[in-house]
Nanobody, 126 residues
Framework: QVRLVESGGGLVQAGGSLRLSCAAS????????MAWFRQAPGKEREFVAT????????YYAESVKGRFTISRDNAKNTGYLQMNSLKPEDTAVYYC???????????????????WGRGTQVTVSS
């Protein structure tokens, strides 16, 4: 069992930045791939970014590529999502997800992650 807790959300103006954190507890976080998803009101949950358990491979949705950076610190059992140049369309609840993935496959679907946090709200005003 892995417990995930997100933090760092808030209200920011368009063009601003936020850094989300995902604190993990339970099983060895360093063995798990980690991802960020988001869900806007009335929309399905969508993939944002993922990072391999080793931290050396990342993959992003086209909508955030070049603006968001996913990273992790396995010594601290924490993952991060640095969000720059935020746009109003980035407004959503952001969820951290994790799953055991030693093979390092890139997984962008919600069913590919067994563990989820409760989410943190990000609101970008125009």
């Amino acid at each position: 069992q892995v417990r995930l807790v997100e933090s760092g959300g808030g209200l920011v103006q368009a063009g601003g930045s936020l850094r989300l954190s995902c604190a993990a507890s339970g099983r060895t976080f360093s063995l798990y791939a980690m991802a960020w998803f988001r869900q806007a009101p009335g929309k399905e949950r969508e993939f944002v970014a993922t990072i391999r358990w080793s931290g050396d491979v990342t993959y992003y949705a086209e909508s955030v590529k070049g603006r968001f950076t996913i990273s992790r610190d396995n010594a601290k059992n924490t993952g991060y999502l640095q969000m720059n140049s935020l746009k109003p369309e980035d407004t959503a609840v952001y969820y951290c997800a994790a799953d055991y993935n030693r093979a390092g496959r890139v997984v962008t679907t919600t069913v590919g992650y067994a563990y989820w946090g409760r989410g943190t709200q990000v609101t970008v005003s125009s």
